[in-house]
Structures are given as C-alpha cells and as structure tokens.
C-alpha cells in the first residue's frame, strides 16, 4: 500500500495577484525530506463555460503573459471574500465578458489545475440563459476580446487547434457539455 508523504512545509519565494511560488517540503516514509518548487493559489478561482440563450458558448480570446500568445478560454476568477462560485462567476461574467448568467450550476467538485506543478484547484460551473448586456470592463492586464460560437464550431475550432484553447477550457468543455445533452 502507498503511503502518502508528511507535508512538513511550505518556503515562500514571490507572492503575487493571489499566488505564491514556494518550496514545498515532504517527508518520505524513509525520513527523508524532498522539496518541490510549485504555484500554490490562495483561494478556489472558479471559471464556467457561459451558454447563451440561443445556446452559443461564450469564450474569451485573451493575451497570456506566460506563454505570450492568444488563448482561447472559458472566463473566470477569484472569489472575494464571503462571495458564492455563483456571484463569483456572476460578477466574473459581468466585468470581463459583459453578459449576464441566468442560471449558473456547480459542475462537481473542484478539480486540480496541474498538480505535477501547480497546488490549486478550480471549481467549474456552467451559466445557462447568458445574455449580452454592455461592453466589458477590463483592467491593464486583460488584454482580451469576446468570442461567441455554436457548440459545434467550438468542437470543431478545438479539435482542429484552430482555436488555441487551454486544457482547463478542454476539461470543463469535456465535463459540461453533456449537461446540455450533448
């Protein structure tokens, strides 16, 4: 049977917009201790694949600094303190896409993110009945446009690499699409 290794401790290096770089310290079974240099995240982003009411999914093209190219993703972000995944993603919707969620379910429970590096999770939901409702608002750091498409467009785009999309957007693509019954 394996046994899990003992967490001893995590070292700090940079803290930065809700992350941390840090030496995580364990202890094997045999003492011996190993560190592992990882993104550990301060709270539980939650980032959902929005559907319009004509039954579109709603994506955002956005720069990303660490791979430096376009990214086709699902929208999301942190919660605030004493926020829901649902007003998260509400507010998320509103400020970084400009539409509007009509219901917004939690698709199960929070998944890991990458954890070979990075110790977070996300909670991924699905907005139905989203409509568009004004321009976005957008901070320096969203360099960003919003992308709407049919469900097989986006399948398409995906599968062909047309659209450069993430393995989070393919994952909660993957989970959430059949609660649409498809």
Known sequence: MME?????????????????IVYRDWQLSNGKILDFLCIAAGSV???????????????????RFATGEFVCEFPGGNPKPGQTPEDT????????????????QLV????????????????????TGCRYKHHPHLDETE???????SVPE????????????DS?????AFLALPLLGL
């Open 143 to 149: 360099i960003m446009e919003t992308m709407e498409m």
């Open 89 to 104: 993603f509400r507010m998320e919707l509103d400020e970084e896409v400009g539409y509007e969620a009509g219901d917004i």
């Open 45 to 63: 982003p939650i980032i959902g694949m929005p559907v319009t009411t004509e039954g579109n999914i709603v994506l955002v093209k956005q720069f």
């Open 4 to 20: 899990t290794p003992k967490h001893v401790e995590d070292r700090v290096v940079l803290k930065k917009y809700g992350k941390s």
């Open 108 to 127: 199960g429970e929070p998944i890991a993110w990458e954890p070979c590096s990075v110790g977070a999770k996300y909670q991924i939901v699905m907005a």
């Open 154 to 165: 986006f399948l398409e785009g995906a599968r062909s690499r047309r659209l450069n999309i």
């Open 168 to 172: 989070k957007t393919a994952t909660i």
